[in-house]
């Protein structure tokens, strides 16, 4: 059953990066705060070669390239965009409260 996880503060995610939270069994999520200032979650793990997106990809916009085969996601739908991953990333829904605490349902 999902439930909601402090992440802790907006300021506490670089803009352009991301900060994982790990949930109660031990799944890694992703949150990616976004240039633009939109922060989004998704499965830290590529779909396809399983490496932390978080620790071993790159983000440019709203685009994470995995850099063990390349492959781009969306971290907005999470929608893979290209061989060789073919499956999409699962997304979580985000909150940002009036205070700056962020918090992500998984």
Do not use: K
Request: charged share 20%.
């Amino acid at each position: 059953m999902a439930r909601w996880y402090a992440v802790g503060r907006l300021t506490d995610i670089a803009v352009g990066s991301s900060l994982v939270v790990e949930t109660d069994g031990g799944h890694p999520v992703a949150v990616w705060h976004l240039a633009d200032g939109r922060v989004f979650a998704t499965d830290d793990r590529c779909s396809h070669y399983f490496l932390s997106l978080h620790g071993a990809g790159r983000l440019n916009g709203a685009e994470v390239t995995c850099l063990g085969h390349e492959a781009r996601f969306d971290v907005t739908t999470g929608a893979a965009l290209c061989p060789p991953a073919r499956l999409p990333l699962a997304t979580y829904d985000v909150v940002v409260d009036d205070d700056g605490r962020v918090r992500v349902r998984a």
